[in-house]
């Protein structure tokens, strides 16, 4: 008989690609999310789909019956919104998946964290789970996923099997976020190249997450307990990065160059304006998007090398051409 698996956060980009990897390698898998669309898209596909608000403790509670395996990739992930939606989704949603994974025994769970946990703003190259982490997170999501990694390192400590990784800006066919953001500036306007696009960066991309993850699945019980990076092991300058998505869609590279200070100052004014207003639309410019376009960020992932055995099968550039594939047959513009 195969195994259950419930997919927390199952509509959103990581986990729909792992809850129909799992589903074509024969798990019975429960996905569960906010967008009931892709959930009719889940049902065509034989995977359960179960609408749920990750904070309703009841419900998610329930889920986790039955089940062998919890991947809980569930989260509300963006750089501006209120701290109690962040908090409401990534602490109390956390506490609600651990709380569940222990009434019901399940067989093992991994938690998908983020390595914005290490940012600082500041350069940090080659950066391992066991760095220290800023004093300070740099926004509400950090915060909250930092919190909600204690929540778990508590569950592990009463005796939870699971597993963290913390996998780095997440790219490829059905990204909502970083590679659409890029285009779209590129044709509203312009790519702010910070300090000329010269900060170093690690991407990753979706196939190989999903092979992480999977490998959570069987890793050693040495591995419980533990955190582990996933990248694609090759840090990349955003200039190439760009230059390399602008060639293979075939749009010339609209960078505007500007200094580090002046985008940070210039975010800094964008964010107390619409704290003024009370906007709850995202600036155009945060400091945090200015952080991590301008300052690098690069991690080990040695640990996961050795312990999970994982390697990246598909290169960035590979990836990169996947997307730019994916993308010609959805974009009219192109």
Avoid at 194 to 202: E, F, V
Avoid at 267 to 292: C, D, F, I
Avoid at 310 to 319: F, H, M, N, Q, W
Wanted: with cysteine; aromatic share 8%.
């Amino acid at each position: 008989m195969s195994s259950s698996v419930l997919v927390t956060g199952g509509t959103g980009f990581l986990g729909r690609s792992l809850a129909q990897t799992l589903s074509k390698l024969g798990y019975q898998v429960t996905a569960t999310g906010r967008n009931e669309s892709i959930g009719e898209e889940f049902e065509n596909e034989g995977i359960a789909f179960i609408p749920c608000d990750l904070a309703d403790t009841e419900r998610i509670v329930l889920l986790c019956a039955g089940q062998d395996f919890v991947f809980h990739c569930g989260a509300l992930s963006s750089p501006w919104g209120k701290y109690s939606h962040f908090y409401d989704s990534n602490v109390i949603g956390t506490r609600n998946i651990l709380e569940g994974c222990r009434q019901h025994q399940v067989g093992r769970l991994i938690y998908v964290s983020t390595p914005s946990l290490y940012f600082d703003y500041t350069d940090r190259f080659n950066v391992s789970e066991s760095a220290p982490l800023p004093d300070q997170a740099v926004n509400a999501y950090a915060a909250t996923k930092r919190l909600a990694e204690e929540e778990v390192e508590l569950a592990f400590e009463a005796g939870l099997p699971v597993i963290t990784i913390r996998p780095r800006a997440i790219y490829g066919p059905g990204d909502q976020a970083i590679l659409p953001r890029l285009l779209q500036a590129n044709r509203q306007g312009r790519v702010p190249l910070i300090n000329g696009g010269q900060a170093l960066m690690d991407l990753t991309y979706i196939d190989n997450v999903v092979d992480a993850l999977i490998q959570c699945m069987s890793s050693p019980t040495s591995t419980l307990g533990k955190k582990y990076n996933i990248t694609n092991g090759e840090p990349v300058a955003l200039i190439d990065l760009l230059q390399q998505l602008f060639d293979k869609l075939g749009e010339p590279l609209r960078g505007k160059h500007i200094s580090y200070p002046l985008a940070y100052g210039a975010a800094a004014l964008l964010e107390w304006k619409a704290h003024l207003t009370r906007s709850k639309k995202e600036p155009l410019l945060t400091r945090y998007t200015v952080g991590l376009l301008g300052k690098s960020l690069t991690l080990d992932i040695s640990a996961a090398k050795k312990d999970l055995n994982y390697t990246p099968r598909k290169s960035v550039d590979e990836g990169i051409s996947d997307y730019v594939t994916w993308i010609k047959q959805r974009d009219p513009l192109i």
